[in-house]
């Protein structure tokens, strides 16, 4: 009688931490619930932020940055000092000063990205 008694504490004890467990988890739930969606309205307001930004560049830019997007997941590469950040590979010098103009649009000539460049911050005495 004395281990059914005991038994049926240690049930109760059991239950009542059981229903704690299931109040915390529920509240979590709920708010992982809320951030995704959350999170899917930042994703469809991203998505289409990206569809509208696709439709204001040139087509011909737009599918050189996709085929090239295709191989990399970086598409363009800062070119530092005359050596692309992408493949870390020397470019021609002809090319980085072309780069530097801004004149057109330039590819590494190594790994096909297309290069950037950005003017070196001057350094503070």
């Known amino acids: 009688m004395e281990k059914i008694n005991a038994l049926a504490e240690e ?3 059991l239950s009542s931490g059981l229903a704690d467990k299931e109040k ?3 509240e979590k739930e709920a708010e ?3 951030n995704e969606g959350e999170l899917k309205t930042d994703r469809d307001k991203y998505h289409a ?3 509208d930004a696709g439709t204001k560049v040139d087509p011909a830019v737009l599918k050189q940055y996709r085929y090239i997007q295709n191989k990399y997941s970086d598409a363009m590469a800062l070119a530092v000092n005359g050596i692309c950040s992408g493949c ?3 470019i021609p010098p002809q090319l980085y000063i072309e780069l530097q103009k801004w004149n057109e649009l330039i590819s590494c000539t190594n790994c096909h990205r297309l290069l950037f460049y950005q003017e070196p911050a001057e350094e503070v005495k």
Do not use: A, C
Request: no cysteine.
């Open 11 to 13: 049930i109760t004890q």
């Open 88 to 90: 870390n590979k020397r």
């Open 49 to 51: 932020e990206h569809q």
């Open 32 to 34: 992982l619930r809320k």
């Open 24 to 26: 915390v988890f529920n």
